[in-house]
């Protein structure tokens, strides 16, 4: 089978714990707080797999200015459609509070686009790198959960919200064989530029949208969740 068949279809796999999510949150009605202690799970696998996946590689074939470049413009690009997003659904609506299902909708296709080029990217190497696919899964399936479940809550369509995830893990797919075939005849920067991207729109999604979400629906065992998360992401990453 071809190389980048192979790491679409692992994107696919990484892509559909997002749908996994989503089809738990329509079909069990798990409690909020619940909901929240695995977001704050996920989101502590997702700090773990931004600092030794995605920075510390990033850092290390780029060097300081690719990195802050990409890290810079992955967090201006998630903050700029975050915002945006924001003040399109309180248009009509200036009551309405901030809508943090489109906010991780948007944050798992900007940092799962260039997580699953990385993705694809690791297969030119060794193989492909089972502490960041198993990271990514750890933290997708949280994702498509809990934003389900605010997507849901804001009055949108069952079928409309799966189909939006489907198209994230679809995304995902193609992303992770673009990779694969892109970066076999790029130089080591492009990569460092897509990982640095990626840490800088994860990182600017945890702080705006999931830290603050899993807190106030999960309370103070929410510290707890997302140490066990990153342990858990980091002793994946151990050889």
């Known amino acids: 089978m071809p190389e980048p068949i192979q790491a679409g279809l692992w994107g696919a796999l990484a892509g559909s ?3 996994l999510g989503a089809i738990a ?20 696998a997702l700090v773990s797999s931004l ?42 609506t200036p009551d309405r509070g901030k809508t943090a299902g489109p906010a ?18 690791t297969l030119l190497g060794d ?8 990271a990514v899964l750890i933290s997708n399936f949280p994702e498509g959960l809990s934003g389900t479940r605010d997507l849901l809550d804001e009055g949108h ?6 189909g939006v995830w489907l198209a994230v893990a679809v995304a995902s797919a193609l992303a992770a064989a673009i990779g694969n075939a892109a970066f076999a005849s790029m130089s080591s ?15 600017t999604m945890l702080a705006d ?21 990153f342990a858990a992401a980091f002793l994946l990453s151990r050889p």
């Open 189 to 203: 920067t492009p990569l460092a530029l897509a990982q640095s991207f990626a840490a800088g729109a994860i990182i």
């Open 127 to 134: 193989g492909i790198n089972p502490s960041f696919f198993a």
């Open 51 to 92: 600092a030794f996946d995605l920075a510390e590689e990033a850092f290390r074939a780029g060097g300081t200015l690719v990195f802050a470049i990409g890290l810079a413009a992955g967090s201006l690009v998630y903050f700029g459609g975050d915002r945006m997003i924001d003040r399109l659904s309180r248009m009509g």
């Open 17 to 19: 714990a997002l749908v």
């Open 209 to 229: 949208t999931m830290f603050p979400e899993a807190f106030e629906q999960g309370g103070n065992f929410v510290g707890v969740a997302t140490a066990l998360g």
């Open 104 to 121: 991780i909708v948007l944050g798992a296709l900007l940092d799962g686009i260039p997580e699953s080029l990385v993705l694809g990217a």
């Open 25 to 44: 949150a329509i079909t069990i009605r798990i409690p909020r707080r619940i909901v929240a202690l695995i977001m704050a799970f996920g989101a502590g």
């Open 157 to 162: 369509r069952r079928v409309t919200v799966v």
